[in-house]
């Protein structure tokens, strides 16, 4: 079953293509009396709590490393099949290059869920972000990766966001940072392929027609006739069957008895 090993890298594209789509996000901070500020807000691919750890381990982010924030973060919440999609598995998808024949069957359809983290020091940050995010998904929006090059097959990824919460992680006195969090899942509808299989192409054919020229019947002794010998021969003056001595009927496929 597992034979030939093979990796197409779906689910990765489809993660890169989910972390391109909020990676030129900014935030514009505006003050009295002051030019207004742009600040890009990065995002990586990381569980929401390592930058949770990061931030309480030092609120002032006055270490040699720290967290900047506001920023984001996404990562694989789960995998599940989605019949709705599926339909007959029997389908083929071809491509000639080369003189190489490439197939593979009809894809298997997976729903990924994501789950991106907004993470800021305030409300008003947060609010900035969310703001750009929900009008690009009504509530899908569709990116498109390069499934399979060998089949030159690209595909059209479904984004479809299901929902949003929010957390106000401010505990203790003044002096602790406050965190706001806004937690976003997202499903996407993906496509997985099995493996390819390579062969030549079918140029020439050839079949040997003589042999289903004529049809031999006979009749045996209680009168019925049996159709169910090919003859091997091509001419028809050469076929001769006996099988019950003198009784022996030979017609054509197309004459009469």
């Known amino acids: 079953m597992f034979e030939n090993p093979y990796y197409h890298g779906l689910i990765k594209q489809a993660v890169i293509g989910f972390g391109a789509m909020f990676s030129q996000l900014k935030v514009i901070r505006s003050a009295p009396n002051v030019p207004d500020q742009i600040i890009a807000v990065p995002i990586s691919y ?23 924030l506001p920023r984001m973060a996404f990562e694989i919440s789960g995998m599940n099949y989605d019949s709705s999609r599926m339909v ?31 993470l800021t020091k305030g409300t008003e940050d947060g609010l900035a ?12 929006y569709s990116f498109t990766v390069n499934a399979i090059p060998e089949l030159h097959i690209q595909q059209d990824i479904p984004l479809i966001l299901n929902g949003i919460s929010v957390s106000d992680d401010y505990e203790g006195d003044f002096s602790i ?6 937690t976003l899942n997202f499903t996407a509808k993906l496509n997985l392929f099995g493996e390819l299989k390579t062969s030549g192409l079918i140029q020439t054919t050839s079949a040997d027609v003589r042999n289903f020229q004529t049809h031999t019947a006979v009749m045996d002794s209680d009168g019925s006739i049996i159709v169910d010998q090919w003859d091997i021969t091509s001419n028809r003056s050469d076929l001769n069957v006996n099988l019950h001595g003198d009784i022996q009927v030979n017609i054509d496929i197309t004459g009469d008895i």
């Not at 940072?177 to 806004?182: E, I, N």
């Open 46 to 68: 990381a569980p929401k709590e390592k930058f949770l750890v990061r931030v309480q381990q030092d609120p002032n982010q006055d270490g040699h490393t720290y967290v900047t």
């Open 88 to 118: 007959s598995r029997n389908n083929k998808i071809q491509c000639k290059r080369d003189g190489v024949l490439t197939a593979t069957y009809t894809p298997v359809p997976y729903n990924i869920d994501f789950t991106l983290y907004v």
């Open 129 to 140: 972000i969310i703001e750009q995010i929900l009008p690009k998904f009504t509530p899908e």
């Open 177 to 182: 940072r406050r965190l706001v969090t806004h």
